[in-house]
């Protein structure tokens, strides 16, 4: 049978915020679940380390004012800024801005004066690189750092008698980690300094941790996409005349590298990141695969748990952990659990709730065909009918699977299909004809519509086919 779950989004984001302004640090650390795409569950957006310095929280200004690491701040009369347009001929300059820490500064501004600070003469904004550039008349001048909040008659940093030559680019870095502006701060700002170099190495540590988990993900998405392309691949590998049984036997082999291969990736990092709900329900789906049920169970269930101690739970991931207990459930023909579960994910994400509806009816199919057992079969049917009243376009064809499910169940069901004491002909079971025919109306070169004409046929029923869908399964 073909895959025949639809896709499913998550959304996640795992995201380490390192704040870095005036001196004061803050790490926060946020959630963001990314798609994950169901033929099993593949996840496509990964954790994102951080990227950028932003201010500082309101609560942590005090210890700014407390500690004014930048300590080249020199006191001059307060005198407006003056922004003129360089005039020809020009030189330019660009630079860097690194702070004490170590690491780039993205806001503030650089400027070029001409009497030892007391006024602007020029002013280039810094970019969310760190970077700054411009132009400017010939001369010498004091090129100035200043941080948003600087006052205009203080400066973060300086280096005077900076030439600009018309014609030539001169490059003016301000590494404020360099020897010389350390040794201007006092004891206890050093302490401070170290003390934020050591917050900031935890948290760039925590990045490469992140760094980690994002190739890990896309690794292990990689083989839960593989494992749906697996009959493709098979074919390719042995050849379009392989005998089926060869072919079968390959497309399991494939499968089986291709869960084991996630499963040990994600095993890997759950212990790096325990407390990530998305890395269990990626371990649970490989686990799945590998009918590792009681682990599998185990994942899902931590995905759970985690999710209703978030601060921020996320419905699509409690709904896709839902989801894969009731997969596990039906699959050892748990009926009642099965249900439960499907019905907690419909209940928990009902903008998905058609899909785990519809593929709790393919999973049911799926166990009828191995055991025959009449209660799967009316579950098969009962989780058909969920699915058809869930769906918000009775008319899509995407839900003509649907309709399949439910006439095939019941023709299947033990007594569904009687015979005409009189005329000696079948009877189909009521609503199994219905269902064939709106799956026609649906999918009229659907997967399935020959079967379904033959059906038709063979209970001298006429097949309509003025209905014209969109093609469909």
């Known amino acids: 049978m073909r895959n025949l779950a ?37 996840l496509k957006h990964f954790f994102e380390h951080a990227a950028t310095l932003v201010r500082a929280a309101l609560k942590e200004r005090n210890m ?16 407006p800024a003056l922004a003129q347009s360089p005039a020809a001929p020009t030189g330019k300059i660009h630079g860097h801005v690194t702070n004490p820490v170590g690491t780039t500064t993205t806001a503030g501004v650089v400027s070029l004066s001409n009497d030892d600070g007391h006024t602007d003469k020029y002013t280039f904004p810094l970019d969310s690189n760190g970077d700054y550039k411009g132009e400017a008349s010939p001369g010498t001048y ?31 870095d301000f590494d404020m980690s360099r020897k010389e502006y350390i040794d201007k701060l006092d004891p206890e700002q050093k302490k401070q300094l170290e003390e934020l170099k050591t917050k900031n190495a935890a948290a760039m540590k925590a990045n490469e941790v992140i760094k980690t988990l994002n190739a890990d993900i896309k690794a292990a998405a990689q083989d839960l996409k593989d494992v749906d392309g697996a009959a493709d691949a098979a074919k390719q590998q042995l050849g379009a005349t392989a005998a089926k049984a060869d072919i079968d036997a390959k497309v399991a082999e494939i499968k089986a590298a291709k869960y084991a291969d996630a499963e040990t990736i994600m ?20 686990q799945k695969g590998l009918k590792k049920y009681d682990e599998a169970g185990a994942s899902f269930k931590k995905v759970l748990d985690l999710e209703a101690t978030s601060k921020k739970p996320n ?19 748990k009926i009642d659990e099965a249900n439960a579960s499907y019905d907690a ?3 928990i994400n009902p903008p998905q709730a058609t899909m ?16 025959g057992d009449p209660k799967i079969i009316a579950a098969q049917v009962a989780a058909a009918e969920k699915a058809i009243a869930s769906s918000t376009d009775p008319k899509s064809p995407n839900i003509a699977l649907l309709y399949y499910l439910k006439g095939q169940g019941l023709i299947s069901a033990p007594g569904g299909v009687t015979e005409d004491p009189k005329t000696h002909k079948l009877v189909p079971p009521p609503g199994a004809m219905e269902a064939f025919q709106t799956y026609l109306d649906l999918a009229p070169t659907g997967q399935f519509s020959t079967d379904v004409k033959g059906i038709l046929a063979g209970f001298n029923q006429s097949v309509d086919t003025s209905y014209k869908a969109k093609k469909g399964k």
Not at 6 to 28: C, E, F, I, K, P
């Open 356 to 371: 785990y509806l519809k593929n709790e009816a393919v999973i049911f199919f799926q166990a009828a065909q191995t055991n």
């Open 64 to 79: 700014k004012r407390t500690f004014p690491l930048w300590l080249g701040l020199l006191a001059f009369s307060l005198s």
């Open 6 to 42: 639809s896709a499913l989004v998550l959304n996640s984001r795992l995201d380490l915020t390192l704040v870095l302004q005036m001196g004061t640090l803050r790490a926060g650390l946020f959630t963001r679940l990314g798609p994950f795409q169901r033929s099993d569950f593949q």
């Open 267 to 286: 095993l890997k990092d759950t212990g790096l990141r325990p407390g990530e709900s998305v890395l269990w329900a990626q371990l649970g789906q490989a």
């Open 315 to 333: 419905p699509q991931v409690q709904g896709a952990a839902n989801e894969g207990l009731g997969e596990i459930a039906a699959r050892q023909g």
């Open 142 to 172: 004091m090129v100035i750092f200043r941080a948003p909040e600087t006052p205009k008659d203080k400066m973060v940093d300086s280096f005077p008698s900076v030439k600009i030559i018309a014609g030539q680019d001169i490059v003016q």
């Open 345 to 347: 994910a419909a209940k």
